[in-house]
């Protein structure tokens, strides 16, 4: 009860005060202005807060100031090993060959010193107006005026005329390229391959199959060669009818021994296999070859085919090759291509790949298929016996003894068969160290071959256009010219363009030929097209390191008779093959 009463006089209360709120001159008191104070974030805060505020931004700074130096000071050490490496790992290595790089450095220096300078004379606003000796006053304007009279005068007009070189050279190995490329087109287009004029399928004689030998040169590489002589002793072909020599330049004990065991298990099997083993490792591996080939049982074999250490041939391989040599007695070689079982192991595989499909897919295609020539790869192919005797055998003259016995044999007359669509796998080098020596051995070799051979090439009677072909396509253009001018282009005229305006180096030269020539090189494989820039940056950085090599052979320095294995890994299908073998 007493809540009911407290209820009704709140209620007469209410009523009371809400009829004089409803009277209109009572409600102008009840406006009322709210203004939302401004408040100063700024000394809102304690002392204390803004201590810990500038103590946490100190060791943001401080900590970024760190990453970087040990990003530089990583940067520097693994610079340092990488030449500490390159300085010992090579006991031909002089102090000729790598005066290239003290060059590179100082013209580094050279142009860090160049690029301060112009930074000065920019906020000096010389730029704009260029000062002239009579009317320099200060020291530093006198040696701008001094430097832009010796720019135009001395500095730009050679380097303008070693630019036109370039863009020429470039221009036409541009055009050599654009030439592979519709070469290729045309072969694709009309269907063009080689074709076989007999089979060995479903024969039952086996004196229908002719004396196959097989060598497996290696050395050190216990990584792979059990995948390589299971590969050859699994092929399908009569074992009375085939020989494998297993050529094992091995220097370290427990390799030999290693290899020795695994030929004595494939003996143990039935296969005919033998293991052979040079005290003396001369000629390296042309050495190797040379000493088998002077068997007195090899005069009883017609064919010989050759497999490196890492590679592995399909079971099928003799009889998709040897076929090709019936009828054609004027055959010496039938080449197989190169598949890479780790080619999307890291980006420098990648990057190797796109090299190395234009090779295969374009100018060993089109130059088996219009001209019956090209370089022999040194593995996975098929040689016919009398044409090695017939144009000397293996020569230890040189690093790429494969090419060297190729460009003799065509001088002999003999032709050559590319096979694109027979495959054997291989590995290629993961490390850039291991590439690097690859590339080295790849690019001096040629230009020793061409200093030794270039009289031969004129003596030799053959047509003028095999001549012609050999010299200024196989040899120049491609193995001399091109690292030639990617160097020199790229690596020091650009630059110096920078320094020197008065030297002009068009824009389509930099930008757009350069991109349209990595997007025909990249057409073999499609996949690759994500990695054009890397691909870009990749081949200007590497003709620093085919310049050296090519200048390094061409006039006889100490590195060009380097040979250094390449390191091996072992990625191959090495399950396959042995589970294949047990089936067998």
């Keep these: 009860m007493s809540s009911r009463a407290q209820n009704y006089e709140f209620q007469e209360w209410w009523n009371k005060h809400r009829e004089f709120l409803d009277k209109p001159e009572n409600t102008a008191f009840l406006t009322v202005e709210i203004h939302s104070p401004t408040v100063d974030k700024g000394h809102t805060r304690s002392a204390r807060q803004l201590s810990w505020l500038w103590l946490l931004k100190f060791q943001q700074l401080a900590t970024s100031l760190a990453w970087l130096t040990d990003g530089f000071i990583d940067l520097v050490r693994t610079a340092n090993r990488r030449i500490a490496a390159s300085k010992t ?59 832009l009279e010796i720019r135009v005068n001395y500095l730009a007009p050679p380097l303008q005329s070693l630019t036109n070189l370039c863009i020429i050279l470039f221009l036409i190995q541009s055009v050599d390229r654009i030439a592979l490329i519709l070469g290729c087109f045309w072969i694709k287009f009309w269907k063009l391959r080689p074709v076989a004029a007999a089979e060995y399928v479903g024969r039952e004689n086996v004196e229908d199959y002719p004396m196959v030998l097989v060598q497996i040169p290696m050395c050190n590489e216990r990584e792979v060669y059990q995948q390589s002589i299971a590969a050859c002793c699994i092929q399908d072909w009569p074992k009375e009818r085939m020989l494998i020599q297993v050529l094992d330049d091995s220097d370290e004990l427990d390799a030999q021994l290693l290899i020795k065991a695994e030929v004595q298990k494939w003996q143990q099997r039935g296969v005919h296999i033998l293991y052979r083993h040079r005290l003396i490792r001369t000629g390296y591996k042309a050495g190797n070859p040379k000493s088998a080939m002077s068997c007195d049982y090899v005069k009883d074999y017609e064919f010989v085919a050759i497999f490196d250490a890492d590679f592995q041939p399909g079971p099928d391989f ?112 993961e490390s850039y160290e291991a590439y690097k020596k690859q590339q080295h051995r790849w690019h001096s070799g040629p230009m020793q071959l061409f200093r030794l051979c270039f009289v031969d090439i004129l003596r030799a009677k053959v047509s003028f256009g095999k001549k012609a072909n050999m010299i200024f396509l196989f040899f120049l253009l491609r193995k001399l010219i091109l690292p030639f001018y990617s160097f020199t282009l790229f690596c020091i005229i650009l630059p110096l363009t920078m320094f020197l305006p008065e030297a002009q180096l068009p824009a389509w030269v930099v930008c757009y030929v350069p991109g349209i020539m990595s997007i025909l090189n990249i057409l073999p494989g499609p996949r690759s097209f994500p990695f054009i820039v890397p691909y870009l940056l990749f081949e200007n950085t590497m003709s620093v390191t085919k310049f050296n090599a090519m200048i390094s052979g061409l006039f006889r320095l100490g590195s060009s008779y380097e040979w250094v294995v390449t390191k091996k890994l072992g990625r191959s299908s090495e399950a396959d093959l042995v589970a294949f073998a047990e089936k067998e």
Excluded at 111 to 130: A, D, M, N, Q, R
Excluded at 318 to 340: S, Y
């Design 89 to 147: 790992d090579s006991p031909f290595d002089s102090s000729i060959s790598s005066r290239l790089y003290r060059i590179i450095k100082y013209f580094l220096f050279l142009v860090i010193l160049l690029l301060c300078f112009e930074l000065i004379t920019y906020l000096k606003g010389w730029h704009f107006s260029p000062p002239s000796v009579e009317s320099a006053e200060a020291v530093v304007e006198r040696a701008y005026a001094k430097w």
């Design 318 to 429: 003799l009889k998709r090759t040897i076929p090709h040599f019936k009828g054609k007695d004027d055959l010496a070689l039938v080449q197989a291509r190169w598949a890479f079982v780790n080619k999307d192991e890291n980006l420098l595989t990648r990057l190797q790949n796109i090299n190395l499909s234009f090779h295969f897919e374009v100018e060993q295609q089109v130059n088996g298929v219009f001209i019956n020539f090209f370089g022999f790869n040194g593995t996975a192919g098929v040689w016919r016996i009398k044409a090695l005797e017939d144009c000397g055998g293996w020569l230890e003259r040189t690093t790429v003894e494969d090419m060297d016995i190729a460009v003799r044999a065509h001088l002999c007359g003999w032709k050559f068969i590319y096979l694109n669509d027979v495959k054997c796998l291989c590995e290629l080098p």
